[in-house]
């Protein structure tokens, strides 16, 4: 029977013909029948791609193959399902393209890479290594959410503190704001999905001022993995497919609330308004009745 994964990683790694690379993995991918998005530019990688095992599988062989690439860290969950001709159903199709920036902060010329990835960055911690920083440092550790502040509604890190912003495009005006400059003497901790925003995120911090700054390694993903619902984390993880989120165990808390009735539920959706990319935390009876729509377009 196929099996169904779902891939997600990045490098930071100077690229200098990204336009090959583009051309390159789209042709691999299209070979294997994978789907998802894959951005490249001359800073590195950034990718998620959904198919059937053996063929991502041959994937991350075929692109370890290329020497800048060989130290990727994949990290892998599992896929909804395929469809008849093994095509992943999370992913609507394939899209391979050349960016600016394999993270959208806005400030490509405040990112520095060298072949042994982001410059000036904070320091990674390994799961393990953030609980020993907990249990040495206690309360004074800031856990500081690196994504858009709708991921967070239905699962953050302990008492995280969780930055008003819509995309990581805000990230550099919130910073310069001063909201945070109380935290500048504290160890703060950075996280997000896969580890990619708070490589970026935690230079950012740290050319502001922010004496003491780490990342998580890996970010909640490898963090999951290790500890799951028994550690720091509660609640469930957003991802940008159509999963739509995922769980560690079989007993993750349930933190969002419903927008419509206030009701527990991890379940999320689009706005319904089409041109709208506001995502909404909604209970399915809510949705079966009317799909709820976000404040600017109620």
Not at 38 to 47: E, H, M
Not at 142 to 152: K, L, S
């Amino acid at each position: 029977m196929a099996i169904s994964k779902i891939l997600l990683y990045y490098v930071f790694t100077p690229l200098a013909d990204p336009e090959a690379v583009r051309l390159w993995q789209r042709d691999l991918c299209e070979s294997l029948g994978l789907r998802g998005r894959i951005l490249i530019s001359t800073d590195g990688l950034n990718g998620t791609v959904g198919g059937e095992l053996g063929a991502l599988k041959k994937y991350v062989r075929k692109t370890r193959d290329y020497p800048a690439f060989k130290n990727i860290d994949f990290k892998w969950s599992g896929g909804t399902g395929l469809d008849r001709a093994g095509r992943s159903l999370d992913f609507p199709r394939l899209v391979v393209r050349v960016r600016e920036e394999i993270v959208s902060f806005g400030a490509p010329d405040e990112l520095r890479v060298d072949t042994d990835g982001v410059v000036g960055g904070g320091a990674k911690l390994a799961p393990a290594e953030l609980h020993r920083l907990v249990a040495a440092r206690g309360d004074d550790v800031v856990f500081f959410d690196g994504r858009n502040a709708f991921e967070a509604e239905i699962g953050r890190f302990r008492n995280a503190v969780v930055p008003e912003v819509a995309n990581t495009r805000d990230f550099a005006a919130e910073l310069d704001s001063g909201k945070y400059d109380h935290l500048k003497d504290k160890p703060v901790v950075t996280y997000c999905t896969g580890g990619i925003r708070c490589e970026v995120l935690s230079g950012l911090m740290k050319a502001r001022g922010f004496g003491e700054v780490y990342q998580l390694d890996g970010g909640i993903v490898r963090y999951g993995e290790a500890f799951g619902d028994d550690g720091l984390w509660d609640g469930s993880l957003y991802v940008f497919d159509q999963r739509m989120s995922v769980e560690f165990s079989d007993h993750a808390a349930v933190l969002g609330r419903c927008a419509v009735c206030a009701a527990p539920t991890k379940n999320m959706l689009n706005c319904r308004d089409l041109s709208c990319r506001e995502q909404l935390v909604a209970c399915p009876a809510c949705v079966a009745v009317d799909a709820p729509a976000c404040a600017a377009h109620a």
